[in-house]
């Protein structure tokens, strides 16, 4: 990556980056491929976080930033790296799995846009409405996640509790 780069937004800059990086003799296509894929992956997440009507858009902006100035620190090092020294790289060929508390935050997001009303009731009770609108794949992947669901409903909550 040249200097000349500088000024362009980080988007161009990690292109760019990328394209040179595979341009360059015997690149590790797989690292470099994996982490495209991983990058687009997150900026996928990204967009599904900001077209959530509940969603905190500074946090999906920071998430998204993060991912862009990531691959753009990969792409950079494996500029720079010697060729020697690609067969220390790893494939990314996936994303890691996401936290439960993404996992949380995505499940809040597509049943509250199927209607269906969270409620925390303390000390450590979840009550999610109407019950009937569940299918039993879904209770079976929020019962896990009850504790990151529940913190989640409660971040999100809009309310001033006397």
Request: proline content about 6%.
């Amino acid at each position: 990556m040249t200097d000349t780069n500088a000024g362009l937004p980080i988007e161009d800059r990690v292109r760019i980056a990328y394209q040179e990086a595979r341009g360059k003799p015997n690149a590790p296509w797989q690292a470099l491929d994996g982490a495209w894929k991983k990058l687009a992956g997150s900026l996928h997440s990204y967009q599904v976080m900001i077209n959530s009507d509940l969603s905190d858009r500074r946090r999906a902006e920071q998430f998204k930033q993060k991912a862009y100035e990531d691959a753009e620190a990969f792409f950079a090092r494996v500029l720079s790296m010697d060729p020697c020294q690609f067969h220390t790289l790893t494939p990314m060929n996936a994303a890691p799995a996401p936290s439960a508390e993404h996992l949380a935050a995505h499940w809040v997001d597509r049943l509250t846009r199927q209607g269906i009303i969270f409620e925390v009731v303390r000390p450590s009770k979840l009550v999610i409405s109407p019950a009937s609108r569940l299918k039993q794949q879904e209770r079976d992947a929020i019962v896990p996640l009850k504790k990151e669901i529940m913190a989640e409903v409660e971040r999100r909550k809009d309310a001033w509790t006397l």
